[in-house]
């Protein structure tokens, strides 16, 4: 399984994306300018240009047309993915961290970090058909969370958002009512910042990648701990396969805590573990420094892995992959 190296980001990876039909992929990174490649063989096809901040995430809709971009720079942006201009922008007092469509496109969900004397907040805006109609208002601010939320994620029918973060707790609200209808069990949950979270292709489940050096599935509607896996190293990124029963975890110490001496690739790769059974099952090595970013594409035949080291690595699994006994 040769990867294909993916050169285009001057600085860290921090977030992959693949569009729902798995033709592209999304690649967001510290250097300001989210990228757009083909998926099968890796040839870049453009760039969204006009954050003045590092991108943290990007999500795209359903049918391929906008993509959403949330940045330090403190603004939220809407962009024509086929042309990559600029269509709007959300302005607001502290960075945008995650962003993600609802079902139908017509909502995003965008999360603003603490920020001087601002609280971390989780906000739903309306996406407008028409670009006269779109405005900056918010239908919900959801409040009341410590610490950064790293990822906040639509549930089932949009009834539901699901918040992770600094402070290791997962939260289901209610879109309506902005009420916390659940929260993870502290004994059971991780026990330090979470990092990533992933949902699965029926959303059905999801995966909490944390620093606590551990990835747990969860049910999206009860909130039930299904199964943790365990690793060496702290988990900047999870994603689970929409084909197989596996996940992919990935991670690495903070880039502040590597030292020069340790470069050795193998300290820095992909695991895949089996989804029910819980034991690794393989490894991806080859970034140079901790794994930011994973992502499946819809196919479940390929993934790509985004790194410290500024690579987007693609690859298309092998025959033995689909053929793995345990």
Not at 31 to 38: E, G, K, L
Not at 101 to 111: C, E, P, Q, R, S
Not at 235 to 246: R, T, W, Y
Request: net charge negative; hydrophobic share 35%; with cysteine.
């Amino acid at each position: 399984m040769r990867p294909i190296l993916m050169k285009g980001h001057e600085r860290p990876l921090t977030f992959l994306r693949y569009n729902r039909d798995g033709d592209l992929l999304f690649s967001c990174a510290k250097d300001h300018s989210p990228n757009v490649w083909f998926a099968d063989n890796g040839d870049r096809l453009g760039t969204y240009r006009g954050h003045n901040g590092a991108v943290w995430s990007c999500d795209v809709s359903r049918d391929s047309t906008r993509l959403i971009t949330g940045s330090a720079d403190q603004t939220a942006k809407l962009w024509d993915v086929q042309t990559g201009r600029e269509l709007f922008t959300f302005r607001f007092d502290a960075p945008a961290r995650s962003v993600e469509f609802a079902i139908g496109d017509g909502l995003a969900v965008i999360t603003t970090d603490n920020f001087m004397d601002n609280v971390p907040t989780a906000q739903v805006k309306r996406i407008a058909e028409d670009l006269d109609d779109q405005s900056e208002e918010s239908l919900l601010v959801i409040t009341g969370i410590k610490g950064r939320i790293n990822r906040a994620v639509w549930g089932p029918l949009n009834r539901t958002i699901i918040t992770a973060g600094e402070d290791a707790t997962i939260r289901i609200w209610d879109t309506e009512t902005g009420k916390c209808l659940k929260e993870s069990d502290k004994e059971q949950g991780h026990q330090k910042t979470i990092t990533s979270l992933s949902k699965s292709a029926d959303w059905s489940h999801f995966l909490t990648g944390s620093l606590d050096k551990s990835a747990k599935l969860w049910d999206i509607r009860t909130l039930t701990l299904i199964k943790t896996y365990v690793t060496e190293r702290p988990v900047n990124a999870v994603d689970i396969s929409p084909l197989l029963d596996h996940v992919v975890i990935g991670g690495g110490q903070d880039a502040m805590n590597v030292t020069m001496t340790d470069r050795r690739a193998g300290k820095f790769e992909a695991k895949f573990f089996h989804k029910i059974l819980q034991e690794e099952i393989g490894g991806v090595k080859g970034h140079f420094g901790p794994i930011n970013a994973l992502a499946f594409n819809p196919d479940g035949r390929s993934f790509s892995s985004g790194g410290e080291d500024g690579y987007v690595r693609l690859h298309h699994f092998d025959s033995d992959y689909f053929n793995i006994k345990i």
